[in-house]
């Protein structure tokens, strides 16, 4: 029995004092001594002040101290840990892995897996410039069938595709003209006649664009009003902070009816990922009273929230429709990503069966009042092993390895364009096999004692097999996803905007990025412009209210199309 250590004595010791004690001791060591001893003393001294002034987990610390990569990837992971990718065929017997020569490990031994994408120039067409006007230039001097002028008996002829330039311009993203509008008056009389405004010049200040800009400014790249302020004023036209939240908060308060449609409608999805993230809403942080919740509590929808619960976050679900559209829905409140899918969820027509629910394996992800198919993502029971992989990286390799090969199976399905039956089938067929190996391995770890089962690698063993069948979700029913990385990228659009604005003020304030942010991430998902969108939804409110679902961002421009035929009929 090891004997007990003696409790370590407390001394403060700034870093300027650590630096003249080390000084003094200097004559009495070598070079190299005195390089080592003052590397290791600052690292103490760092690591110190670094939990003491920080909330630093362990991960952190070790992230910081030893510079930890950022990529996961499994060739990545494995450089780290000292160790060649390869297939688990070529793993060490000694860690119980199963052989499989046929198993695909590169794309030079299975052909049919895709190569890994190359990297491009990082140069865009002239196609990708979709928001730039295009303006036809005419050859000068020649026209189609005209003679040719460096030969005799030609004649020149249109070209399928011109000659493309591309010229950029910089200017204010709010933009004003300043309209004089002349005024005469009668000498005798005293009448004034002022001159009319051009044609298209309405009484609003602020047209449809301005709105749209500033939304997409704020929610959708994450600029802070304040920034937006100051850029505006170095190029001339001024446009205040508090300006710019009452143009989009009207804005938001007028489109609504549409973020109840979208909810509509992604309650009737198929598949639904939500997961969540801390936010700060400034009129949120005293504690709530136990015997009541609050007012501002109450306008976020929080009203059936436990009195005691103090935390604030944005869920983010992404719903896929059964016309393979998508949609995302942000809420900021009290309220748990599972008790705001529960709220989506209500408005799910009867008589349709329980969606395929995506989400990582904490329980307040999941409705308790809905019945769901739970799928969970692979890629958090994943990042287990990557966080232990230099410690164990012999067993690492085999985990990782298998998960690769599954997840290119899974690219090969999306390449082919299989429908999610066939995709079922392919995944059946080839990563069954896979994934039945790895439960066997990792059940032998722990059951064999090859694993000690409070380790790093014991724990995420653990992880696996305590979340199996819904990990493997995407083996038993046709369209369930592998991870949640569809609503992980999404909930980094509400990271944006708390890593720039910091907070929210209000729940009012909340509420209106919640709007603008699942507007314009649904245009983003679907490859829709959502600058155009945005004005398009301000310039046709009158009608939007009364028939929301023809206003969707893949259904907004067929409507456009429907009320222009009929105002030129």
Known sequence: MAARRAPIERIDVSSAHARAVL?????????EEFRELKAFVETLVYLAELVAHTKASIARVRALLFGTGTTEKTRDVLARARLPEASSADGPAAAGQP??????????????????????HGRHGA????????????????????????????????QR??????????????????YALEKLRCHLCGA????????????????????????????????PFYRLERLQAHVGVPLPASTQWGIVANVATRL?????????????????????????????????????PTAAAGAIGDDEVSPTRTGVFTSGIVATTRDDHR??????????????????????????????????????NVPKAFAVLLANCLCHARRHVVNVAPNFPEESR?????????????????????????????????????MEALHTWLGAQLDERRVEPNSGLGQAIAYFLKHWTPLTRFLEVAGAPLDSNLVERALKRAILHRKASLFYKTPNGAQVGDLFMSLVHTCELNGVDAFHYLIALQRHLDVLSAAPGAWLPWTYRETMQQSRALASA
């Open 23 to 31: 000084e003094r001791v200097r004559p009495k060591l070598t070079d």
């Open 99 to 120: 052989t499989d020569p046929d198993r695909p490990s590169d794309s030079a031994a299975d052909p049919t897996r895709p190569p890994r994408s190359r990297r491009g």
């Open 127 to 158: 196609a990708a410039y979709r928001g730039a006007p295009r303006i036809p230039i005419p050859h000068p001097s020649l026209k189609a069938g005209d003679p040719c002028p460096a030969c005799d008996g030609g004649k020149v002829y249109v």
């Open 161 to 178: 595709e011109p000659t493309v330039l591309v010229r950029f311009v910089g200017q204010a993203p709010i933009g004003a003209t300043v």
């Open 192 to 223: 004034i006649f002022t001159a009319p405004p051009p044609a298209g010049v309405g009484p609003d200040k602020y047209d449809a664009r301005t709105g749209a800009m500033i939304a997409l400014l704020k929610y959708g790249s994450g600029v």
């Open 256 to 292: 609504q009816p549409l973020r109840a449609e979208l909810i509509r409608q992604a309650a009737d999805g198929e598949v639904l990922h939500n997961d969540d993230t801390s936010m700060t809403v400034l009129s949120l942080l005293d504690p709530r009273p136990p015997e009541a």
């Open 327 to 364: 949609i995302a829905l942000y809420f900021t409140g009290r309220r748990h990503a599972g008790e705001n899918l529960a709220t989506v969820l209500a408005q799910r027509t009867p008589g349709l069966g329980p969606p395929i629910q995506m989400c990582d394996a904490l329980s307040r």
């Open 398 to 434: 085999y985990i990782l390895e298998t998960l690769r090969d599954v997840y290119g199976y899974d690219a090969q399905a999306r390449e082919r364009g299989l429908t999610p039956e066939a995709r079922l089938a392919f995944h059946q067929t080839n990563s069954r096999p896979l």
